[in-house]
């Protein structure tokens, strides 16, 4: 298993509310993921980072924002939930070592606003 | 287009059958393949991956993988299915461009009946 942690891994949060969804990673990685994934489902890439202070958008258009303010954490906000947040999100990282273009995932983190 | 097919939704084996996932791929260049599993409620583990060398790859769980540059293949075997590969499946490719992007297939549920 990878060192990569999702807190936390489930949470039910009414319409309008702030949340962040938090993911770290303690393998070094300067990479990191965020995915959508509705049950059983395809990924959706959403946000993804090559280092600190950089951050880019990914293919699937979000509401969520991203901050990489130090290599091993990778944070994702939604400034107001709505029920169409409802899903699965995946953090992921690669980089380093002898498995650069590895992704390794955390456990996710399943979202449902009421 | 870079794109990954998986033109099964579905595979059913018996326990102890051999059993083979799909996956085609469409990339410019050379293709960095990738094969993740799923469990219910958990995130992506991954079993394999083939970069350069031999058509075959071994991984983790018994799976390997056949490359096939001709028809644009990375198909996920395994010799003896277990009740406990049933799970869902995702081949991958990395997108050119960099930062180690992947795309994903929309995945294949695995069943093995006992």
């Known amino acids: 298993e990878a060192d990569i942690y999702q807190t936390p891994r489930y949470l039910v949060i009414g319409t309008g509310k702030k949340i962040t969804l938090e993911c770290s990673q303690t393998m070094g990685h300067d990479k990191m993921y965020w995915y959508q994934q509705d049950p059983g489902m395809e990924l959706h890439l959403i946000h993804y980072s090559y280092g600190v202070n950089s951050t880019e958008k990914g293919d699937l258009s979000s509401e969520s924002t991203v901050s990489r303010i130090r290599t091993e954490h990778f944070p994702l906000t939604l400034e107001s939930a709505r029920p169409s947040h409802t899903s699965q999100y995946l953090c992921?990282?690669?980089?380093?070592?002898?498995?650069?273009?590895?992704?390794?995932f955390g456990p996710g983190t399943r979202l449902t606003v009421l | 287009a870079q794109s990954v097919a998986q033109p099964e939704d579905q595979v059913n084996v018996a326990e102890g059958n051999p059993l083979t996932v799909k996956c085609t791929y469409s990339v410019s260049g050379n293709p960095y393949l990738f094969w993740y599993v799923q469990y219910p409620n958990r995130g992506l583990q991954f079993l394999l991956k083939y970069i350069t060398g031999d058509n075959l790859v071994k991984g983790s769980y018994g799976f390997e993988a056949e490359f096939n540059k001709s028809q644009t293949s990375f198909h996920l075997k395994k010799p003896s299915a277990l009740v406990s590969d049933s799970a869902l499946y995702f081949c991958a490719v990395r997108r050119s461009g960099g930062y180690n992007k992947l795309i994903f297939g929309a995945g294949t549920r695995l069943a093995v009946h006992p």
């Open positions: 992921a990282s690669s980089g380093r070592g002898a498995h650069t273009d590895t992704q390794y």
